[in-house]
């Protein structure tokens, strides 16, 4: 599978499989989300693009629970949280009906909200049990806008999927063991974004945020993707996005937004809107 918000999904051992597409809104969340009801056992496969996070919606039930090696028979009750990283493969057995949500989560979102709270390649805990009232409240939101066809609109969607991703990253992480050469340390970081905040209007290149890094451009390019879950060119566009929001909130005309914030002009600006939170600029205000 190659297409973000799909998992693959067995019902029964011998059963066939399944490919689930999983309900988002316009915009580029990275989190989507799924109803699940099944019958005594379900099998789940995590594609390499996400990270699975299961929320039990069912009262009390049995559960036997595999998340790759690991197992754990247990009792769950309303709100008991797993989470499957990508790449691994999970199942629960159970011996009632079971009702659950299944969100889906692209790493590359937990890797930038881990890097923009200083915790860079924090790596996402594989988890067979607990409880987080913060997701399951979160999660509900996001189903609930799914299956009305989102009436709250892509700005609600994007601001409930980031407080998810958020959780995850503060509740859910550990810290990544890697030689300092190897990731992109917090004082360069910090010296990346005041020179893109000082130079917003201006063009940058990335050999001058690698020359900040103390980098070759081709080695900082590896190492800044790698660390940061997008390209340098991604995170300058992120930071020219953020700041032309604003922008357009304080009341500035699209045409001044653009040309303040390094936008080749009022167009580019729209799609980069468009592409990215789902709606038009009209609606930002």
Known sequence: MTKFGEAIWTQRDDGPSANLQMGSAPGESGVSVLRLQFQRTAHFKAARQHHLIFLQLSPRLRLDCHIAESRLRHEAATGSVAICPAGAEASVETDASA???????NPRHVTFMAAETSTIEAQL?????????????????????????????????NGAARGFVRRLVHAHTTPHSESPRAALGPVALNKIRDYIQAHLAEPIEVSDLAALAGRSPFHFSRVFTRSMG???????????LRAAIDRIRDGMSLAEVAADTGFSDQSHLSRWIRRVLGVAPSKLT
């Open 99 to 105: 009702d659950l949500l299944m969100v889906a989560v």
């Open 125 to 157: 805990c594989e988890r067979l049990a607990g409880y987080d009232e913060v997701l399951l409240s979160l999660a509900g939101l996001l189903a609930l806008e799914s299956a009305r066809n989102f009436p709250g609109g892509s700005l609600l969607w």
């Open 230 to 240: 997008m390209t340098p060119y991604r995170y300058v566009v992120h930071h020219r």
